[in-house]
């Protein structure tokens, strides 16, 4: 049995709610994430002191967290964070950068799965490192393709209750019952940094208030897809592509996900 998702419908939602999305993300990332979310119509937050976390948390749509740059003070802040998102069912994203580098990280992203995130967006390899299949990539990069890490996030989604999306060349997204995957993208995407970073907060926006997460989801990676393939045609490289990529997703209306469409199938 199939279904499909309208990703226009989704988008027009979030540009007319404009949703608060308090991000605790990488020092990397923070002016790329802000822009990004800026452009797809949604309002970012950069909120990561421990003293406010848990407040702030409480009054956003949705909350982003990636464990790029940790330290101490951060990781407590996202606890405080994720178990305030939990207590008022705010959704939120779990980005587990890196997740199988090393030992701080895996004991930080166990701890955050069990406040239990709405959904949890990775790279195969990490995907795969958080549920002990592979060392989880090379630093901040995949070692494995989207396809491969299938079997891992299914066992992830039913595990966790998340929705589970892993990016890549080809993205896959499922919640233990369905699964969709996305094509599109530019080569050029992987040489701007903060990109997969800043898609987490896409994410984000198109979960707060959605009825439907999973869509929502796989919504929210088709628009960025349908971004990456219109950014690409004009751009000369990466410095070029990370400007009009910005222009894309500000530009992507009905009209430019016209047709996209995507099959649902069910598992």
């Given at each position: 049995?199939?279904?499909?998702?309208?990703?226009?419908?989704?988008?027009?939602?979030?540009?007319?709610?404009?949703?608060?999305?308090?991000?605790?993300t990488?020092?990397v990332a923070?002016?790329?994430?802000?822009?990004?979310?800026?452009?797809?119509?949604?309002?970012?937050?950069?909120?990561?002191a421990r003293?406010?976390?848990?407040?702030?948390?409480?009054?956003?749509?949705a909350?982003?967290?990636?464990?790029?740059?940790?330290?101490p003070h951060?990781?407590?802040?996202?606890?405080?964070?994720?178990?305030?998102?939990?207590?008022?069912g705010?959704?939120?994203?779990l980005?587990?950068?890196?997740?199988?580098?090393?030992?701080?990280?895996?004991?930080?992203?166990?701890?955050?799965?069990?406040?239990?995130p709405?959904?949890i967006?990775?790279?195969a390899?990490?995907?795969?490192?958080?549920?002990?299949?592979?060392?989880?990539?090379?630093?901040?990069?995949s070692?494995?393709?989207?396809?491969?890490?299938?079997?891992?996030?299914?066992q992830?989604?039913?595990?966790?209750?998340?929705?589970?999306?892993?990016?890549?060349?080809?993205d896959?997204?499922?919640d233990g019952?369905?699964?969709?995957?996305?094509?599109?993208?530019?080569?050029?995407?992987?040489?701007?940094?903060?990109?997969g970073?800043s898609?987490?907060?896409v994410?984000?926006?198109?979960?707060?208030?959605?009825?439907?997460?999973?869509?929502?989801?796989?919504?929210?990676?088709?628009g960025?897809?349908?971004?990456?393939?219109?950014?690409?045609?004009?751009a000369k490289?990466?410095?070029?592509?990370?400007?009009?990529?910005l222009?894309?997703?500000?530009?992507?209306?009905?009209?430019?996900?016209?047709?996209?469409h995507?099959?649902?199938e069910?598992v």
């Open positions: 049995m199939m279904t499909t998702v309208n990703p226009a419908l989704h988008l027009a939602r979030v540009r007319e709610t404009s949703p608060l999305i308090h991000n605790i990488n020092f923070m002016n790329s994430m802000a822009n990004v979310l800026l452009a797809i119509g949604a309002s970012p937050a950069m909120v990561h003293e406010e976390a848990g407040e702030f948390a409480g009054l956003a749509q909350l982003t967290i990636n464990i790029g740059t940790l330290s951060w990781v407590d802040a996202m606890i405080e964070a994720a178990s305030a998102a939990q207590t008022t705010t959704p939120w994203v980005d587990p950068v890196a997740v199988g580098a090393t030992t701080y990280r895996r004991q930080t992203a166990r701890q955050l799965v069990a406040l239990s709405t959904v967006r990775g790279n390899s990490e995907i795969m490192a958080l549920v002990n299949q592979s060392s989880g990539g090379r630093g901040v990069d070692t494995d393709a989207a396809d491969s890490a299938l079997d891992a996030a299914l992830l989604a039913r595990q966790t209750g998340a929705v589970v999306a892993v990016t890549g060349e080809q896959i997204v499922t019952q369905r699964l969709a995957r996305i094509e599109g993208g530019h080569p050029l995407m992987p040489k701007v940094t903060t990109l970073c898609l987490t907060g994410v984000a926006a198109f979960i707060a208030d959605a009825e439907d997460i999973f869509a929502a989801t796989v919504a929210a990676l088709d960025y897809a349908a971004a990456g393939e219109r950014a690409g045609k004009d490289g990466p410095g070029s592509f990370s400007v009009a990529f222009d894309a997703l500000h530009g992507l209306d009905a009209g430019a996900l016209s047709g996209r995507l099959e649902i069910h």
